[in-house]
């Protein structure tokens, strides 16, 4: 099993930036991709960022990209998202999520069908 931790949340003005935080605990060495979700009230959840745990390659859906940076601290076992140039349209529960399942060609997981593991979420309120 896996544990995902994530942490970092808050309110912040429009503009602003903020750092979320996943600690990964368990059987950590199982991973092969994390990612990132997020879910804002009434709306599906969606793909943000995602991270392979062991090559440190990253993948980002086009409405965050050039704005958040996904990054790991490998001796904390722990996988961040920067967010920079914050919206009010980020405003959302964030998750951090990770899958064992081995992909090939560079491919990055996008659906949540396709993660096992899920941390409790965190909230992330951008104000205009």
């Known amino acids: 099993q896996v544990q995902l931790v994530e942490s970092g949340g808050g309110l912040v003005q429009a503009g602003g930036s903020l750092r979320l935080s996943c600690a990964a605990s368990?059987?950590?060495?199982?991973?092969?991709?994390l990612g990132w979700f997020r879910q804002a009230p009434g709306k599906e959840r969606e793909f943000v960022a995602a991270?392979?745990?062991?090559?440190?390659?990253?993948y980002y859906s086009d409405s965050v990209k050039s704005r958040f940076t996904i990054s790991r601290d490998n001796a904390k076992n722990t996988v961040y998202l920067q967010m920079n140039s914050l919206k009010p349209e980020d405003t959302a529960v964030y998750y951090c999520?990770?899958?064992?399942?081995?992909?090939?060609?560079?491919?990055?997981?996008?659906?949540?069908?396709?993660?096992?593991?899920w941390g409790q979420g965190t909230q992330v309120t951008v104000s205009s």
């Open positions: 368990g059987r950590t060495f199982s991973i092969y991709t």
């Open positions: 991270m392979s745990w062991s090559g440190g390659n990253t």
């Open positions: 999520a990770a899958t064992r399942t081995i992909y090939s060609g560079g491919y990055f997981p996008t659906d949540g069908y396709e993660y096992v593991y």
